[in-house]
């Protein structure tokens, strides 16, 4: 659901959130796990230090290993929990 210019978007465990524009990914809190959805509508679940690589894509990271993905593709994100 689009309302203005904030898209609200319900996951498969019933949650709604918010998302945050892509051009805010630089000032996400690292110690928070976050949901980054991707123009194709998929998820990727994670915690990511909102910086952007020369090649302009972000890491998300669960584990010791991550997940490059490109900004450009980056519909939105949210915290997966409030403060």
């Not at 976050?34 to 972000?58: I, P, S, T, Y």
Request: with cysteine.
């Amino acid at each position: 659901m689009i309302m203005g210019n904030k898209m609200t978007v319900t996951f498969n465990d019933g949650s709604r959130k918010v998302l945050k524009s892509p051009d805010t990914l630089q000032s996400i809190d690292e110690k928070r796990e976050a949901r980054f959805v991707m123009d194709n509508l998929k998820v990727c679940r994670g915690w990511c230090d909102g910086e952007v690589d020369e090649d302009g894509n972000f890491s998300v990271f669960r584990t010791i290993h991550g997940v490059s993905l490109p900004l450009e593709h980056l519909m939105g994100w949210c915290y997966i929990k409030g403060r």
